[in-house]
């Protein structure tokens, strides 16, 4: 029995979600299956009525299932960032969701490579630490409110190592900080996953030979729990790496990537795949409650339409199907998404003329043909 608890969320989140339960019900009925769904009414329309983002009785019922299936949020009539912080954001911080896991293969015809290369590359994203603590503020020349210690420190620093700023000038700064249990349990499930996927190298991605304080830690810590684990592991620098993704992707593996160069780096990998349309993303904590979803948004442009390709969030359903423990079932999936592809039974944005029902229904019929 597998218990999810299911949040559509806004837009074509609606949409997508529903033609990725289809899949799951098609998987679970001919694999004999139980699956339990509980739907959450998270996202604006429920923000709009009551003011309310991720509720404790929301986490309450969360916690009891073993995974979250999620659409999109976003709505236009609701401040960007509200609806981000308070469910996304809070629903990661919450269940400590410590991993963010985004496959990147190349789907052909619809790789904007101009060679067909295959790839097949496991982008793993520390979810919680860098630059993305909130540990930042703005220091504003002498009118400064901010401590004075801490200014005269900075303003030492300053003249120590850099050219332009005077004492009285404005700093704005975010730290990138990552705790040495942070960089263990994040490069851990890196090796593990490595492990299980018979792999005998990761690729860490960094930027040790400017940010040395930072990334210094990172390899110290990568390069120990290589050792413990009998994985070996590559560094890139993150710009290296950026160039290489395009030249070369089949080059690479598992790649493991600090907080914000996983950011942007799982939107290249996202592209050089095929796009919005099929990419997918987990928020895993390995000892507790995941988080599965499609990488786009809400598209409040084509929401309600019926134009919404429900790939990306029947892929993410896949990677969820994978984490609980079935990556068979996850394959049969990946198998009837490729048959969908190959027949042109897609959607507009992939050149076909299915509406978003249709091409689930597709989908969902081919995993009904591997019985
Ligand atoms: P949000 O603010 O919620 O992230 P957004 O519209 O700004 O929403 P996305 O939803 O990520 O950003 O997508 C940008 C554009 O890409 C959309 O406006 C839409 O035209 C297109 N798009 C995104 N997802 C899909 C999809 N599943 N199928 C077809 N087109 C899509």
Redesign the pocket.
Known sequence: MYKIAVAPGD??GKE?IAEGIKVLEAVAEIESLNLQLEYLDLGSDRYLRTGELLTEEDVEIIRKHQAVYFG???DPRVAPGVLEKGILIAMRTTFDQYVNMRPSKAWHPYTPLKEEKKFDILFLRENTEDMYMGAGGVLHGKTSSVDMRLRRELYTMDLKVSGTSTADDDYAFEVGMMSRRGIERFADYCFETAKRMGKDKITAVDKANVCTSLYGLWREVFDARSKHHGIAVEYMYVDAMAMALVRAPERFGIVACPNMFGDILTDLGAEIMGG??VAASGNINPNGVSMFE?V???????AGKG???PI?AVLAGKMMIDQLGRPDLGKMIEWSVKMAMRHRMV?A?MGGSLSTKEAGDAIAELVRSTR
């Open positions: 837009g074509i997508v999109a949020i976003g919005l349309g499609p786009h948004g809400s598209a409040p442009d084509i134009k919404a390709n990306a959607t944005d």
